[in-house]
């Protein structure tokens, strides 16, 4: 009897990891052997919005750049703003506006350098966005950086909502944007989470923020072939 | 403002405008309810001040219950006429500059062409511009920390600005319709015609200073509903106008100068009797 019981919650418990395993991969659209997978990339974790915050300091967020090539993350942002060494800045509040480089672009950290970047969003999910609009497009509906849905301007498309009731930043759903990278190649851009681990849903105001979780694409022959399933 | 809850208030800041935004889709009401307007108190071209319009006075910002919205009333006002003009004429030609948002700071012109004014579908043709003079930012303003260098800010400057402005600076096309005048530099936004403290940057470590609203010297230029131009310097959101507020100051009270050109022209040295 006491043997039976005890497989018994071997197995209960085994079951209990096998379940909470398969929850942690219940995105499994999200690899489709193109895209590159950047998983809880921490943004300034030692600033804060508010006073009294355990470990953080009231003030302005530090921003960093990314680099797509090789996933590198950038904080020196004074040595490389106008360089090509970067493709994404996250900048602002909780690193959550998200900024392309551009020399020719006063809103982008880049403005001044040699970056071709410019982003705009469009309203279908990551794998069907196929190809990229033509540069022309791109360059008509820029929006510079992509951040908090409808800011600063009712008509900007951002990649979150804020939940009033709950103070939580959610991800735009179904929303993809095709952006250029800092020498010129069109890319596509899924951002998924702002909070760790990319939880589906929050509701903790404290959830250790920002970790960055996101995909894209960069069609490095140039051509606006965004394809990736 | 409050300053124990900055993220819910940062929070409500955004939400105030999608619910604003969502609170826009609502129909017009038909032409006979339209309640009466107050009497005009401009009727010809000149100068004229306002002082201490009440903006929505009845929200708290606190939040601390987390079942606020933020959803401050828009302030629409006549320029043309000198009056506040009630909600159920948002589309009709008798606003000129609305006040929305959180604590009345987003600044918009009438424009029933543009998809997201408020006077979406109505007949206003109006539009904004701020003007930022680079002599005159080149006294108070740190462009690299996008800050003043010092505050308060001399009123007199704020009116040097707006004197500067002597016609309207741009073409019709320049002006803005689809979007709204904004505090500066503030989550995504560009040059504003007002500084907002969030960090308490101006005076550290004083939490009665921080989250304060300093308005600039640069002026905004409103093309009315109905198609006339103006110029506006706004001096202040606090009751009493202090140049430097802190947060026991009561908000938002805004005051501001303006100069109405009734006969189209944008000229404003000249001020013909009309």
């Given amino acids: ?229 | 403002m409050k300053t124990q809850k900055i993220i819910p208030f940062l929070l409500l800041f955004v939400g105030s405008f999608l619910i604003q935004s969502c609170s826009k889709d609502d129909p017009g009401r038909p032409e006979e309810e339209l309640p009466d307007l107050p009497p005009a108190t401009v009727t010809k071209s000149g100068e004229y001040t306002v002082t201490e319009l009440p903006g929505d006075l009845t929200v708290s910002m606190g939040g601390q219950d987390g079942t606020g919205d933020g959803g401050f009333k828009p302030v629409y006002y006549s320029l043309e006429d000198g009056r506040v003009v009630p909600e159920a004429y948002v589309k009709s030609d008798h606003w000129d500059i609305a006040f929305t948002g959180i604590y009345n700071s987003s600044i918009w012109a009438n424009n029933g062409a543009a998809e997201y004014n408020p006077a979406k579908g109505g007949i206003g043709s109006g539009g904004a511009y701020l003007v930022v003079d680079p002599v005159i930012d080149a006294k108070y303003y740190d462009a690299v920390k996008h800050q003043p260098k010092q505050v308060p800010i001399d009123k007199s400057l704020l009116d040097e600005a707006y004197s500067n402005v002597q016609s309207v600076p741009v073409a019709d096309p320049q002006l803005m319709t689809n979007g709204y005048l904004s505090l500066d530099y503030f989550l995504g936004s560009s040059n504003g015609y007002a500084f907002y403290d969030f960090y308490g940057a101006m005076f550290p470590g004083n939490k009665e200073r921080g989250h304060i609203v300093y308005n600039l010297p640069r002026p905004i230029i409103i093309k009315t509903a109905k198609g006339n131009y103006a110029k506006l310097i706004i001096y202040s959101f606090y009751k009493g106008s202090p140049r430097s507020p802190t947060l026991a100051d009561k908000a938002p009270y805004i005051s501001f100068k303006y100069t109405i050109l009734k006969d189209g022209s944008k000229d404003f040295t000249k001020i013909t009797d009309n």
């Fill in chain 1, 1 to 229: 009897m006491k043997r039976i019981s005890r497989n018994v919650i071997f197995l209960f418990v085994l079951s209990v990891g096998l379940a909470s395993c398969t929850k942690d991969q219940e995105n499994p659209q999200l690899e489709d052997g193109k895209s590159t997978i950047i998983k809880d990339l921490p943004g300034d974790l030692g600033a804060s919005m508010a006073d009294g915050v355990d470990g953080k300091v009231k003030r302005p967020f530090e921003d960093f750049y990314f680099r797509l090539s090789d996933k590198a993350q950038i904080k020196d942002t004074v040595t490389y703003a106008k360089t090509l060494s970067w493709d994404l800045a996250f900048t602002g509040i909780y690193n959550s506006m998200i900024k392309v480089n551009s020399g020719a672009d006063p809103l982008s950290p880049g403005y001044g350098g040699e970056g071709k970047g410019l982003i705009l969003a469009i309203e279908k999910p990551y794998h069907e966005v196929t190809m990229a609009p033509t540069l022309a497009e791109m360059q008509s509906d820029n929006l510079s950086f992509v951040g908090w849905d409808k800011y600063p301007q009712p008509y900007y498309k951002g990649w979150y909502f804020y939940d009033l009731r709950t103070h939580i930043s959610v991800p735009v759903k179904g929303r993809t944007f095709v952006f250029l990278t800092a020498e010129g190649k069109f890319a596509k851009l899924e951002v998924l989470n702002i909070y760790k681990g990319n939880p589906a849903t929050v509701t903790d105001l404290h959830w250790p923020a920002p970790y960055f979780t996101f995909r894209y694409y960069v069609q490095e022959d140039g051509s606006r072939d965004l394809k990736t399933q």
